[in-house]
Each structure stands twice: as C-alpha cells, then as structure tokens.
C-alpha cells in the first residue's frame, strides 16, 4: 500500500485508537497508523504475516473458516477491509463477525472490486464480484449502517501529488469513471 493511500483510508478514521485490518498483507496499514493507534492483522499467507509483525500485531487466519475471529466482542473501535471481501466464499459471515468485534458507533471502511466483468474476473482469486447495490444489501444484513460509497481507482499521478481525496470526485464523470474506476469504497458503522 502506498503511503498516500494508507493516509487516505486513515483521514477516513479520525480519532480511532485500536483497528483491526483484515487481509493485512505485509502490516502496510499499520506501518503508516497515526501515534497512539494500534492495528491487528489478520491475513492468510504466514510469509506476510512475518512482515506485517514489524508493523502491527498480526496471525494466520483464514477468514473464510467458520470459526469466529479471535476477538472479544465490541473490542475495535474501526475495521478496515481492503479488497478482501471479494475473495471469501461467505463475506457475509465475516461481516457478521465484524459486526461482533466492533464497538457500537465503530466505523467499518472497506474496498471491494466494482461490478465491471473484466476488472472482477481477471484475477482468478476473485470468488464474486458485487454491484452497489449487492454490496449495500450485505452490509445492512450483517447490522452495519451505510454512511457512503463511493468509486476509487489508480488515476495516473494521484498518489505521488498526494491527491488521492481528489478520486472519487473525478471518478464522477463518467469517461473516468469508464477509465479509472476499479473499486467501490463503503463506510459503514455499527448502530449505537
């Protein structure tokens, strides 16, 4: 993850003080988490999770398993998942298990590939694609209220200006939106 990324998903949990990052990869959430926030990591590949330690408390763990994430209930105050649900069997359930870990008014930012055929069948890791809608649907099945969504992508020289805030607005007209748009970004938090 880019620094200026990491910077964007972070303005987007101002505040927070413990987050749970799933899918964490290499700890690149964590490596740029504001001073006195602490982030744990779940993540699939052991090899990843030896880098993300230098980070971020992070373990193995299958999020597609049936068993409930090791986490006592109400324990984050913000759950960032970044292109991840696109690639678990039930994203349903880990939804439902991020309900369980988060604290009531707890925020939930997650990136999830876009409907478009191409961008969500070209990686064979893909198990389903979502539209808006799909993706709304789910979220307000597990008990997590919408705040937003919104469309992001790799727009050319965004992350080296550090003009990644300025995306979703350009990904607004629909020639870049055609061009650029690769994902949806929903934010979401648990009822009070």
Not at 60 to 65: E, F, G, I, K, T
């Amino acid at each position: 993850m880019k620094p200026a990324v990491a910077c964007f998903y972070w303005s987007h949990l101002p505040g927070v003080q413990r987050v749970l990052d799933l899918g964490c990869a290499a700890g690149d959430l964590g490596l740029y988490k504001p001073e006195g926030t602490q982030t744990w990591g779940l993540e699939l590949d052991r090899v990843l999770v030896e880098y993300a330690t230098r980070y971020e408390t992070a373990q193995v763990w299958d999020l597609d398993m049936p068993a409930p994430l090791p986490f006592p209930d109400a324990h984050f105050d913000a759950v960032v998942a970044k292109d991840i649900l696109e690639h678990l069997q039930k994203p349903w359930r880990t939804l439902s298990e991020v309900h369980r870990v988060l604290r009531p008014g707890g925020i939930v930012l997650a990136s999830v590939i876009c409907e478009r055929g191409r961008r969500t069948w070209s990686d064979y890791t893909h198990v389903r694609g979502f539209t808006v809608r799909s993706l709304r649907q789910m979220f307000t099945d597990a008990g997590l209220q919408v705040i937003d969504v919104w469309r992001m992508g790799g727009v050319p020289l965004t992350s080296r200006f550090n003009l990644i805030w300025l995306v979703p607005y350009l990904l607004r007209f629909p020639l870049f939106d055609w061009i650029w748009t690769s994902s949806y970004e929903i934010k979401a938090r648990r009822p009070l």
